[in-house]
């Protein structure tokens, strides 16, 4: 075997892999088989092996053994050395790796090695299977003994993610064993602008409870947000000192709305412990900041907290102010996405608060800083949540904003000089989660370091060299205003010659479309973190004497979801170019990219139009 | 682009310097987190205190921190054994500047390193203090094309509160039992230095020749029995830009070397002949031809009658047969294995692979020696004093007197050995009579038999290092460019390129390096098939 077909071009292949697990009895321990076949030369490298372990948790990696099978099918056994690393060696913390080579390694030969990994004693860990490798894998087989004890009952609940087609899910036999056996698993590939890498990975997750567990997701999450509730509800539950903070903030003449926004305000300038440096323990100690709140009135008292905290003072705070408002706990989508008949608690680990005012229900995040008020943090939009109430709870979605409300709006007012140059004046205004953005990135930098990180932002999105010098003190630390940069600008060469004629190419600001989606094959869906549109709006008052030839026709792709515009307009001795892009989608199927790559093919043909300009003295000649 | 190219474990630096230590910072603070802060007296040393307000060295607003106070002080107790005290205090004066808050301080089998301690400092409140108990140990991370294992670790502390307006410094202790009698001084770094100290305590009767790099140089004076110190102040921060040489290349450093009584040892290197002949000393015999290897050329050679095919056919099982696999422990950072071994295992690193060669070579009667090389040119240069300034192994072999072929560009004709030609084993692309880049007009130390001498390597032609594009086109009247592009690289140009198509495995994206050269026209849309 030279090649595999469903795995073209690859490097080396998963001939056979073999994971068994057996948690029964004293010490738990799990037998690892590999057998690999090289299929090119940069496919050698698998033959170098670490494998990486906990040893203070009581791990140990042992039974180690490996061969390499020839092309010509002679083997030669490991008898070398293997090495043991402490990759981080700290108080109560050491992470080793065992590692080794196996020798005689060339094109065509199969290589196999095995280990146990000694799981320590009276410890019980949940386990995982990751089916999807770096490499394609022809076959696997994977099974658990799970834990048994005669005297506690434990329960096992396993669960399974995108397996390969055609496999049978994992299933207990009557010896109790759970087994799952795949086969043709596609190597894991990364690209761009795809979902989180755990949602993509074929993998099966075990979990242990001493609890009962329950088979009915819908109990289970009612369980679930009874406890929560009552956790919430217990740290909110301050009335009479959120009133008198309450009091603080707002008028009692102030509408709903008004009151809502002071509160939403006033959190926000608190103190957010979650967005600062981390802190050594020495440091925390000193500053008085280890023990937790115990309620939204320490915080209130304290006047910081961390992003939980200020969530539920908020909370707190707006049903202070007569308005009414409940905790939710939704799940951040950075990581996974939620599937409440999974049933993992930890899955829903993000806090949002739920206000109604004026008969309209908005979400409001206040623990992230640098929000906009009735915004929340992307990784919270358009996701599943539960709203908590004495009962458990309902189901809820959170909102996900409008592209409108994340923009960047790019107006330059620029000269073109007889040489070809661009200078001006340019003004960068970043909205909604755009702004937040970039606050949230620089937030502990200084005024060097901020004025370097927008400078460098504007020049990424101008496709040649380029001037830019910021002039202004943007305001990186309110949540309500946009982030406004404003810059001087100096495009030496924009404008380039041809004969009498000169060319000025009208996608100023085009350079971060120029190289997306530009592969021809596609994998995984196409997924991005929010809704956002691109405003440019730039005038060039051209040299004296300078004319219009011709401006490029006008360009417009709408797809509804995705949207491009671009106008050029030409009045006296001043070109008007307008370019709109409207991206107002989250995740589309791996189907539609070849729509989506030709839609970016429009966006780059219509940026790389030209304006032909006839210079003063030059006269027009066919 | 350099690939499996370097190897060998560079000498310690005292302390890891400030930029290196980013990729490893997620990791570390992932284990400090969980380091409980042991008792301490919350007191940072008087020698901190006396600088803590002095005024700064000369420095512009982008300068993230400056070191208001280093100090050095070796102690040589004999050829076995140096103890080091490493003292340093910064000043961090932007947010960027809080790396120096992790103290990373490597070692290995040679060198331990104990009683490190760190504080802060701050503008306002109470000084912190931290030690080795509340670090971390760890070991470099695996990086595809690095080292397998090798010893090198590093301790590391994290120092609370290194903020702009606060001072922290830190102090350790090494204990060392030297492969060679040198220390290096690295006195200049990318923060400005206002104040450095270096002290050297040799035994009775030892004396010392101390050079000076990229730096005028600075006199000692003697403070005690056999004792001197040297000290630099005001000395100006290096900024990294691009295309810059290395900075071992820039910044200032002092080389003390140290000879026992009654003249020099095998570790004393006076001269690049003596460390040459402390080289040819460690490897002896491992050039050594086993049966299995000359069975093993015989094959190779068989249907090469000319010498030159030998040799290439020798370079290229070399080069794609033997894999680069690193094991460098204790003194094998700097000796090679057995040639036997390497043939063996089918694997080894620099070192091993040039070893190898050599023995192969050796049995179709052709001569070679090792060359010992920084793979960052500039690092070392014809005015580099004798120092293990080296992480590098290429082979130099005698051509034989008639031999003479245009592949052959590596040459150089050497008064004491002849017509030489340099080969890098371990660069796996680039073809038998070149060498790539990183090595042309480089400096390395070639170890004969009678010792060694630096020698330059020579630099190719430009233009066999070049991309020469060929366009046939055809304009139509609206202005459509439409025809046949044909892109042939060479040297290091092609080497990149074919490095790059090596980990891709889909010809989809093999297409998409040729795609870049068309947006260099950045005002035109193109397609590419």
């Given at each position: 075997m030279t090649s595999e077909p469903l795995a073209p071009g690859a490097a080396a292949i998963v001939l056979y892999r073999q994971v068994d697990r057996d948690d029964r009895g004293q010490t738990a321990h799990e037998n690892d088989f590999m057998r690999i076949k090289i299929l090119t030369e940069e496919g050698r490298k698998y033959a170098d092996v670490e494998i990486p372990f906990?040893?203070?948790?009581?791990n140990n990696v042992g039974n180690i053994h490996g061969r390499t099978i020839r092309p010509d099918g002679t083997a030669v056994e490991y008898q070398g050395k293997v090495f043991e690393k402490a990759i981080v060696k700290a108080k109560g913390v050491k992470y080793m790796a065992k590692t080794f080579t196996l020798p005689d390694v060339e094109i065509g030969s199969i290589i196999e090695y095995s280990y146990t990994l000694d799981l320590s004693e009276n410890i019980l860990y949940d386990s995982q299977w990751i089916l999807s490798d770096e490499l394609f894998t022809k076959s696997a087989s994977f099974s658990l003994k799970p834990y048994t004890n005669d005297m506690v009952p434990f329960y096992c609940r396993w669960s399974w993610h995108d397996l390969p087609a055609g496999s049978e899910p994992p299933k207990e036999g009557p010896d109790h064993v759970v087994r799952l056996e795949v086969h043709n698993v596609p190597a894991f590939q990364s690209e761009d602008y795809m979902p989180p890498e755990n949602e993509l990975k074929a993998r099966v997750d075990f979990t242990y409870s001493q609890e009962q567990l329950e088979k009915d997701p819908s109990q289970f999450w009612k369980n679930r947000g009874k406890k929560l509730n009552g956790a919430v509800e217990s740290f909110v539950n301050k009335r009479n000192a959120m009133q008198a903070a309450v009091e603080q903030i707002v008028s009692p003449s102030d509408s709903p709305e008004a009151k809502l926004q002071k509160i939403y305000a006033r959190v926000q300038q608190l103190r957010n412990t979650s967005y600062e440096v981390e802190k050594t323990e020495q440091q925390q100690k000193r500053d008085k900041e280890e023990k937790e709140a115990s309620n939204v009135e320490d915080v209130w008292k304290r006047g910081y907290g961390d992003e939980r905290d200020l969530t539920w003072l908020f909370l707190g705070l707006v049903r202070a102010a007569g308005i009414e408002a409940d905790p939710v706990i939704v799940s951040d989508r950075s990581n996974f996405f939620f599937n409440p008949a999974i049933m993992d608690a930890y899955k829903l680990d993000a806090d949002v608060v739920l206000v109604k005012v004026n008969g309209k229900e908005i979400y409001f995040g206040?623990?992230?800083?640098?929000?906009?008020?009735?915004m929340l943090e992307w990784p919270e939009t358009g996701v599943q949540g539960l709203r908590l109430d004495k009962n458990g709870g309902t189901w809820v979605h959170t909102t996900l904003p409008e592209s409108n409300e994340s923009v960047v709006e790019r107006k330059a007012v620029l000269t073109l000089s007889d040489t070809g140059t661009l200078e001006g004046k340019l003004t960068i205004t970043y909205t909604g989660l755009e702004g937040m953005q970039r606050r949230m990135e620089e937030r502990n930098e200084d005024d060097a370091a901020r004025k370097k990180f927008l400078e460098e932002d504007a020049k990424e999105d101008i496709p040649v060299g380029s001037e830019v010098d910021l002039t202004n003190k943007p305001d990186w630390s309110s949540s309500s205003s946009p982030l406004i940069a404003e810059y001087t600008l100096k495009i030496p060469g924009w404008v380039s010659g041809a004969g009498r004629h000169a060319m000025v190419p009208v996608g100023l600001f085009s350079a971060p479309e120029k190289h997306v989606f530009e592969h021809a094959q596609r994998v995984h869906p196409i997924y991005f973190e929010y809704p956002f549109e691109k405003w440019d709006d730039v005038a060039i008052t051209l040299p004296a004497g300078w004319q219009v030839s011709s401006l490029p026709p006008a360009k417009s792709k709408d797809e509804k979801l995705i949207d491009y515009e671009l106008k050029t307009e030409n009045d006296k001795n001043t070109i008007h170019l307008t370019r709109k892009l409207k991206v107002d989608l989250l995740m589309l199927e791996s189907k539609y990219y070849p729509a989506l790559r030709s839609f970016y093919e429009v966006v780059r043909s219509g940026d790389d139009q030209q304006i032909l300009l006839q210079p003063a003295g030059a006269t027009a000649s066919n | 682009m350099i690939s499996k190219s370097c190897c060998s474990q560079p000498v310690l630096p005292p302390a890891i310097k400030r930029k290196k230590v980013a990729i490893f910072l997620c990791a570390i603070a992932f284990a400090l987190a969980f380091a409980p802060h042991s008792a301490a007296n919350d007191s940072a040393p008087q020698w901190m205190h006396a600088v803590a307000n002095a005024p700064l060295p000369a420095h512009d607003e982008k300068t993230n921190a400056v070191l208001l106070y280093s100090e050095t002080d070796v102690n040589v107790v004999s050829a076995d054994r140096v103890n080091v005290l490493v003292r340093e205090a910064y000043k961090i004066l932007r947010p960027e500047g809080r790396d120096y808050g992790i103290v990373f301080v490597p070692f290995n089998s040679n060198k331990k390193v104990t009683n490190l301690h760190g504080w802060c400092i701050p503008a306002q409140g109470r000084d912190y203090d931290v030690n080795e108990k509340d670090g971390a140990e760890i070991s470099l991370p695996k990086i595809e094309g690095s080292d397998l294992i090798n010893d090198v670790k590093a301790k590391v502390i994290r120092i609370p509160a290194p903020d702009p307006g606060n001072v922290i410094g830190y102090e350790y202790e090494m204990q060392e039992h030297p492969l060679a009698l040198q220390q290096l001084w690295e006195f200049q770094e990318e923060a400005p230095v206002r104040e450095a100290h270096y002290s050297l305590q040799l035994p009775p009767g030892w004396e010392f020749k101390s050079s000076w790099l990229n730096y005028p140089e600075m006199k000692p004076t003697q403070s005690g029995a056999n004792q001197w110190q040297w000290v630099v102040s005001d000395v100006k921060g290096v900024r990294k830009e691009e295309d810059m040489p290395p900075l071992s290349g820039l910044e200032g450093q002092m080389i003390v070397s140290f000879y026992p009584q009654g003249g020099t040892v095998a570790s004393s290197f006076g001269t690049w002949q003596q460390m040459g002949l402390w080289y040819t000393n460690l490897t002896q015999g491992r050039r050594d031809a086993s049966d299995e290897i000359k069975q093993k050329v015989a094959a190779l050679t068989a249907q090469s009658p000319a010498q030159l095919d030998k040799m290439k056919a020798i370079a290229m099982f070399i080069q794609n047969d033997i894999r680069y696999v690193a094991i460098e422990l204790g003194i094998g950072g700097y000796q090679p294995h057995l040639a036997e071994e390497v043939f063996t295992h089918r694997y080894g690193d620099c070192k091993d692979k040039a070893t190898l060669m050599s023995a192969m070579l050796s049995a179709i009667g052709v001569d070679s020696y090792y060359v010992v090389i920084n793979s960052e040119r500039g690092s070392v240069t014809a005015n580099t004093p004798p120092h293990q300034a080296f992480d590098h192994v290429i082979l130099a072999i005698k051509l034989p007197d008639k031999l003479q072929d245009?592949?052959?560009?590596a040459t150089e004709v050497l008064p004491k050995l002849g017509n030489i030609l340099f080969f890098d084993p371990t660069n796996e692309i680039t073809p038998f009579g070149q060498i790539g880049g990183y090595l042309q007009d480089n400096f390395g130390l070639l170890v004969a038999p009678d010792g060694g001498e630096l020698v330059e390597l020579p630099r190719q032609p430009a233009t066999t290092n070049g991309i020469v594009r060929t366009a046939r086109f055809t304009l139509d009247p609206t202005g459509r460019l439409e025809g046949s592009v044909e892109e042939t690289r060479l040297g290091d140009r092609a080497w990149a390129e074919r490095e790059t198509f090596?980990?891709?495995?889909n010809n989809a994206d093999r297409i998409k390096p040729a795609r870049w050269f068309l947006v260099q026209f950045p005002h035109h849309q193109s397609s590419v098939d």
């Open positions: 906990n040893k203070s948790g009581g206040p623990g992230a800083a640098f929000t906009p008020f009735g | 245009s592949s052959l560009m090596r980990s891709i495995t």
